[in-house]
């Protein structure tokens, strides 16, 4: 199940929010300030963030640096959904590494688009490294097979001649 932090300081959009995601089958964890926030997302790692620009506290784009500065949350992706609507709002969010940048009012549709875009974005990238990581592993597998094996053969040599020629050596 996908696990999704809402960092939201205004109680019915934060409250519709969790309704929404949780109706989609989405599991959910709330924060009501930035600082909070990241320590939910470090303490419980979600597959994506939805996080307000403007809060108390901490403000998302302090958020986002925070997340992107823990190797533990630094991949997760995470869509800004604020007020803050200008070119230049979203460029700064954008330009912090934001996946997204969704502005209020929103739908219920763009939404959760947004989030299964991200999340299928997470998981392609996943399986990616997972494959890496498979023919990492089966390249070293060969390598060290390769390497067990040179000894041997040279080992497997000398006995052979040894017992080629064991009629011919005299005992001592």
Do not use: W
């Amino acid at each position: 199940m996908t696990k999704v932090l809402v960092i939201e300081d205004e109680d019915f959009l934060i409250e519709e929010i969790l309704t929404t995601l949780q109706f989609e089958g989405f599991e959910t964890l709330e924060a009501r300030n930035g600082r909070q926030g990241v320590a939910l997302a470090q303490q419980h790692v979600p597959d994506i963030v939805v996080c307000d620009i403007m809060m108390p506290e901490m403000d998302g784009y302090a958020v986002l640096e925070a997340l992107r500065a823990d190797l533990k949350t630094a991949s997760i992706p995470l869509i800004f959904l604020t007020a803050r609507s200008s070119k230049t709002d979203v460029r700064i969010g954008m330009g912090l590494g934001a996946d997204d940048y969704l502005t209020k009012p929103f739908t219920r549709a763009e939404l959760l688009e947004a989030i299964r875009a991200r999340v299928k974005r997470r998981e392609v990238i996943a399986a990616m490294e997972r494959a890496r990581l498979e023919e990492a592993q089966q390249r070293l597998a060969r390598l060290v097979a390769h390497e067990l094996r040179t000894p041997l053969i040279s080992i497997s040599t000398v006995q052979e001649l040894i017992s080629r020629q064991m009629n011919q050596l005299e005992p001592e």
